[in-house]
C-alpha cells in the first residue's frame, strides 16, 4: 500500500507534474487503518486531500471503500479490492462485516463508476500475493488514461530485479481489467 | 536530480551534505527515519542511543570536540532531553550542533500533542520551520551554518506531516559527505562548564546572542514575504503555510521559516502594509501571542483550533468565517454500517499471553509505552495508566508506598526491553532503594518493536547491525539486588500465568518476571506450522477470542449454545500456540506446515 502511493506519486512527476504523498496512520503495522494521499498539480501545496474532492479512490480491501467513500467526489472513481481482512471489533465484539450489497449500495450514493478487482486471486494465479497493489495499479492506470509505459517505467525502478516480471504482468492484468462502467 | 522524499529522508540527506559526522537519537515516530537513512551513508558515525538525554548529551560531546553532530527526536523525547539542552544553550558549541524535534500534531502515535517552539523560547535558541521535503533538506544546512556562527544549538521543527509527507526535492548532482577536518576544541571552561558563577556570566551572552538572531531574521531567506491581495496578511509557517495556500488563494503571505526568534521589524512592516493581520498556526498560539507582545493587533486562534492536526477542510472552516469565501465540498455521508479496524498485536506476538494472564487474574497494571500500550483494548482490557516511558514502575512504587498494593489490589508494573533501557533502570533502582515491593513484569521481545524493531542495548546489535556486547537484562536486575527474579518463555501462556502469580504472592520484596520471546519481525522468529480448530470439539466458549488474535475470527454458531464457533485463518496464523494452550476442550490443535 504504501510502495502503491510512492508509485502513483512518483508517475505524477514523471508526467512534469508537481506531486506530494502522504500516508496517515497510528498503529497501521498493527492492524490499524492506513491512508495514504496523492496529490497532483502544478503546483500542490496541501499533503493531504479533503473529504468530497478526490477524483480517485482505490481501496485495497472491500468494506475500506464503503469507510472512505465520503472522500470521493461525486461521479469519482472507486476501485475496489474484493479481498477481506476481518477487523478485531468483528472477533471480540458484535461487530458484522457488511455485506457485498451494503457496501456497493454505500458507493453507489457517490458513484456509479465502481471497479470491483479480484486483486488476492489475480496475484495468487501469478504466484505472489503481494502483487495485489500492483494488479490495482494496472486498473488505476486503466481509468486515468495515463500512458502504461510511463506507469512501468516507474514501477520497473521502484520494486527489486526479481519481481520486476510479475510485477508487470500483474499490472496489465489490473490495466486490461473489466471496462469502467459509466 | 528531482526525486520524491520524505520529510526525514530529505533531513538525513541535508545532514550529510553539510558535513554532520555523528548523528544519535532514541527512535521515536515520526522521526525514527532520520537516523535510519543516516546509518547508511557513508562518512557519519549514528548511533542509537538508550535515549533522548544521552543522545544529545553525547551530540554536545561531539560538537565540542570539533564535528558538526546531530540529534533527532520525537517531541515528547525533548522533554527527556530538555536538561541537557538548557546547558547547551548556555555553554553554545564549538562545531555546529542541530537538534531535529520532530512534533506529533493529531498525537497519531504520541501520548500528547505538545508544540515544541516553546523549547526555542524557553531554552532560548533559534528554531527553524521547514514547509516541505525540499526546505527539510536546505533548512538542515542553514542550521548548521546558523549553529556555527551565532555559537548555539539550533531546533529544527517539523511535524508528522512534514517528516512523513513525501515531496519533490532537488538533490544536488554532487551530494556526497562533506568530510571536515575536526574543528579545534580550545578549553574554555568559562564557556563550557556551568558552575553557578560561569552560568551567571553566560546568561547575558545568551541574551544578547537571542537580539543577533532576531535581527539576522529579518532579512533571512528562511523567512519569505508573498505579497498579493492586502486586504489580508497571513502569518504562518509549515505545513499550516501549505494549507493556507490552498486556501487563502491571492492574498498576501508572511511565511516564517524561523519560528523563534521571530523577525520583528520585517513582522512590523509587514502588518503595516496589510489591513488585516491573521495568523495560520497549527496548535499553540505561539506566533499569536508573540506578535501581540510586539504590540502588533491580530487574530488567530479564535478561527483556527488550537487542538489536532491542520487539514485543508479545517484551514476552510476559519477563512469562511474569517469572510474568505471557500467551495463547499458535498460529502455523502457513510451509507454502511463500516466497523472499526482497532489495532491489535500481530498473530504469534510475544506480549499475547502476559496480556491475556493479567486480564484473567485481574491485576491492576501501571503500563507503559510500546507495542503492548494495546493491551489497554479490548478485549484485554488490562492496563489501568500510562503516561511516558519508565513510568510503570516509578507508578507502580508510589501505590506500593501508600499502601494500596495489597491483596485486595495487587498491582504490577509491565515495562518493554527499550524503555527498561530508557527509563526503567533508574525507577527500579527507586524501588530497590526505597524497600518497594512491586512486582515488575518486562517483556523482553529483544526489540524496540513499536517504532519498527530498531536495535536497543539488550539486543546485542548496533543501529547498523555490528555486533556488540548484549547486556543481559536479568544480570542488570540482579545486579540491583532482587532477588525474586524470574526468567519465563513468552509462548508458554501455563508458565506465565504460574509464573506472574508467584512473583505477585511475594508481598515483603520487589520481584521481577522477565517474559521472553521476540517479535514475530525478527529473523529469531521460529514459525514452524499453522494452528487450526477442531469444529466438532468447539462449543464456542469465547475463551480463545480473548486472546485477542486477529487470525481467529467468529464462524458458524454452535447448535448447542448459540455461541460463535472459532475459524483460525491460515494466511495469518503463524502457529503461537497461545490459543491452543488456552482452549479448555482441545479444540485447537497444529497443523504442519
Ligand atoms: C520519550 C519517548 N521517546 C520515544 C518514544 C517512542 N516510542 C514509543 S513506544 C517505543 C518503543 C517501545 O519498545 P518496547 O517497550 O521494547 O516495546 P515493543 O514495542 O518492542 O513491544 C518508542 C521508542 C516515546 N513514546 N517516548
Ligand atoms: S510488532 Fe512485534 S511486538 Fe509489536 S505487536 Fe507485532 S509481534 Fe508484537
Known amino acids: ?182 | 536530480m528531482k526525486k520524491l522524499l520524505s520529510g526525514n529522508e530529505a533531513i538525513a540527506l541535508g545532514a550529510k551534505i553539510a558535513g554532520v559526522k555523528y548523528a544519535s537519537a532514541y527512535p521515536g515516530t515520526p522521526s525514527t527515519e532520520i537516523l535510519e537513512n543516516l546509518a547508511k551513508m557513508a562518512g557519519v558515525r549514528a548511533d542509537w542511543a538508550p535515549n533522548e538525554k544521552v543522545a544529545l548529551d553525547s551530540v554536545a560531546g561531539a560538537s565540542y570536540a570539533g564535528a558538526r553532530a546531530l540529534a533527532t527526536m520525537k517531541h515528547v523525547g525533548l522533554n527527556v532531553a530538555s536538561e541537557t539542552l538548557f546547558y547547551l544553550a548556555y555553554t553554545g558549541v564549538n562545531a555546529g550542533l542541530v537538534l531535529i524535534s520532530a512534533d506529533d500534531p493529531g498525537a497519531w502515535s504520541s501520548q500528547n500533542e505538545q508544540d515544541n517552539r516553546h523549547y526555542a523560547r524557553f531554552a532560548k535558541v533559534p528554531c527553524l520551520e521547514p514547509a516541505d521535503s525540499q526546505e527539510a533538506m536546505d533548512f538542515v544546512a542553514i542550521a548548521f551554518d546558523l549553529s556555527e556562527q551565532f555559537d548555539t544549538p539550533v531546533i529544527l521543527r517539523t511535524t508528522t506531516r512534514i517528516s512523513h509527507s513525501k515531496s519533490v526535492v532537488n538533490v544536488p548532482e554532487d551530494n556526497r559527505h562533506a568530510p571536515r577536518a575536526l574543528k579545534e576544541f580550545v578549553p574554555d571552561m568559562s564557556k563550557y562548564a556551568m558552575i553557578p558563577a560561569n552560568a551567571r556570566r553566560r546568561h547575558p551572552v545568551v541574551e544578547d546572542r537571542l537580539k543577533k538572531l532576531g535581527e539576522w531574521a529579518n532579512t533571512a531567506p528562511v523567512n519569505q514575504i508573498e505579497w498579493g491581495d492586502k486586504s489580508m496578511g497571513i502569518v504562518t509557517s509549515s505545513v499550516a503555510y501549505q494549507y493556507a495556500s490552498e486556501v487563502f488563494v491571492g492574498y498576501s503571505f508572511l511565511k516564517l521559516g524561523m519560528s523563534y526568534p521571530l523577525p520583528e521589524k520585517l513582522i512590523r512592516d509587514f502588518a503595516s502594509k496589510v489591513e488585516r493581520l491573521v495568523v495560520v498556526e497549527e496548535l499553540d498560539p505561539f506566533f499569536e501571542h508573540e506578535i501581540r507582545a510586539m504590540g502588533i493587533p491580530c487574530v488567530g486562534k479564535e478561527y483556527f483550533p488550537l487542538t489536532n492536526e491542520f487539514s485543508l477542510a479545517v484551514v476552510r472552516e476559519g477563512a469562511r468565517k474569517l469572510g474568505v469565501a471557500q467551495p463547499d465540498y458535498a460529502t455523502a455521508s457513510v451509507a454502511a454500517q463500516v466497523p472499526a479496524r482497532p489495532p491489535a498485536l500481530c498473530p504469534g506476538c510475544p506480549h499475547r499471553s502476559t496480556f491475556y494472564t493479567l486480564r484473567k487474574l485481574k491485576l491492576r497494571v501501571a503500563g507503559d509505552i510500546g507495542c503492548y500500550s494495546i493491551g489497554v483494548l479490548p478485549p484485554f482490557n488490562a492496563i489501568d495508566t500510562l503516561g511516558c516511558m519508565g513510568a510503570s514502575l516509578g507508578v507502580a512504587q508510589g501505590v506500593d508506598a501508600v499502601g494500596e498494593n495489597n491483596a485486595k489490589h495487587p498491582w504490577v508494573a509491565v515495562i518493554g526491553d527499550s524503555p527498561f533501557f530508557h527509563a526503567g533502570m533508574p525507577a527500579l533502582a527507586n524501588i530497590v532503594y526505597n524497600r518497594g515491593a512491586s512486582t515488575v513484569l518486562i517483556l523482553d521481545n529483544d526489540t524496540t518493536a513499536m517504532t519498527g524493531q530498531q536495535e536497543n542495548p539488550g539486543t546485542g546489535k548496533t543501529l547498523q547491525g555490528a555486533s556488540v556486547q548484549k547486556i543481559d537484562i536479568e544480570q542488570v536486575v540482579r545486579g540491583m539486588g532482587i532477588k525474586d527474579v524470574f526468567v519465563v518463555d513468552a509462548f508458554d501462556e501455563p508458565a506465565v500465568e504460574q509464573t506472574i502469580k508467584a512473583a505477585v504472592a511475594i508481598k515483603d520484596r520487589p520481584s521481577v518476571v522477565i517474559s521472553r520471546g521476540p517479535c514475530v519481525f525478527l529473523d529469531t522468529y521460529a514459525d514452524k506450522y499453522i494452528d487450526d480448530v477442531d469444529l466438532v470439539k468447539c462449543n464456542g466458549c469465547s475463551l480463545c477470542f480473548r486472546v485477542g488474535c486477529p487470525a481467529i475470527y467468529k464462524g458458524e454458531l454452535d447448535a448447542t449454545t448459540h455461541k460463535p464457533k472459532a475459524l483460525i485463518d491460515p494466511l495469518l496464523c503463524i502457529g503461537c500456540d497461545v490459543c491452543l494452550q488456552v482452549c479448555p476442550r482441545d479444540a485447537i490443535f497444529r497443523v504442519g506446515n
Open chain 1, 1 to 182: 500500500m504504501l510502495t502503491a502511493s510512492d508509485i502513483v506519486a512518483e508517475v505524477g512527476m514523471a508526467l512534469g507534474l508537481d506531486a506530494k504523498k502522504s500516508e496517515v496512520h497510528g498503529f497501521s503495522q498493527r492492524g490499524g487503518v492506513v491512508e495514504s494521499h496523492v496529490r497532483w498539480g502544478k503546483r500542490v501545496g496541501a499533503p493531504l486531500g479533503e473529504k468530497g474532492n478526490i477524483d480517485y479512490l482505490l481501496a485495497f480491501e472491500l468494506m475500506e471503500s464503503a469507510r472512505w467513500i465520503e472522500f470521493l467526489k461525486p461521479g469519482g472513481t472507486v476501485i475496489v479490492n474484493r479481498q477481506r481482512i476481518l477487523p478485531m471489533s468483528a472477533t471480540v465484539g458484535d461487530a458484522l462485516y457488511p455485506s457485498d450489497e451494503a457496501i456497493d449500495q454505500a458507493l453507489r450514493v457517490v458513484t456509479t463508476k465502481i471497479v470491483y478487482v479480484d486483486g488476492l486471486e489475480v496475484a495468487t494465479d501469478l504466484g505472489n500475493k503481494n502483487l495485489a497493489n500492483t494488479v490495482l495499479l494496472g486498473a488505476l492506470a486503466r481509468v486515468m488514461e495515463v500512458d502504461p509505459e510511463v506507469w512501468l517505467d516507474v514501477i520497473v525502478k521502484r520494486v527489486p530485479h526479481k519481481y520486476i516480471e510479475q510485477n508487470k504482468q500483474a499490472f496489465w492484468a489490473g490495466r486490461m481489467g473489466e471496462k469502467v462502467p459509466s
